[in-house]
């Protein structure tokens, strides 16, 4: 089963949970637990709001673009570090 990521909006609490596709969100449906200490001998529910917290699904192609070049022109040194990658004999596996 994939494992997801979760934040509380209000405290920042993170936390990971490992679910069934379909029960993604269940979490997100159930006020943050998490403990905030009010005096030194009590402390209350956050309660905050909590959300999943969404990862990039790959390495950012346009990040490279906006980063090192001023046009949409791939720079010639991703391109040769694919090509090195790809007929590495390091990885001879890789699906690049
Ligand atoms: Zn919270």
């Known amino acids: 089963m994939p494992t997801y990521d979760y934040q509380c909006s209000e405290c920042g609490h993170t ?3 490992t679910l069934k596709i379909a029960d993604r969100n269940a979490p997100c449906e159930t006020p943050c637990q998490q403990d905030i200490p009010q ?9 905050g709001e909590v ?8 390495f950012g192609y346009d990040n ?3 980063k090192h070049s001023q046009n949409n022109k791939v720079p010639s ?4 570090k694919i090509k090195d990658l790809k007929n590495s004999k390091r990885f001879p ?3 690049l």
């Open 51 to 58: 959300k999943q917290v969404m990862h990039a699904p790959y």
């Open 39 to 47: 005096t030194k001998h009590m402390s209350i529910k956050c309660k």
């Open 77 to 80: 040194w991703y391109t040769d």
């Open 64 to 66: 490279i673009k906006t």
């Open 15 to 17: 936390f990971e949970e």
């Open 93 to 95: 596996n890789n699906n």
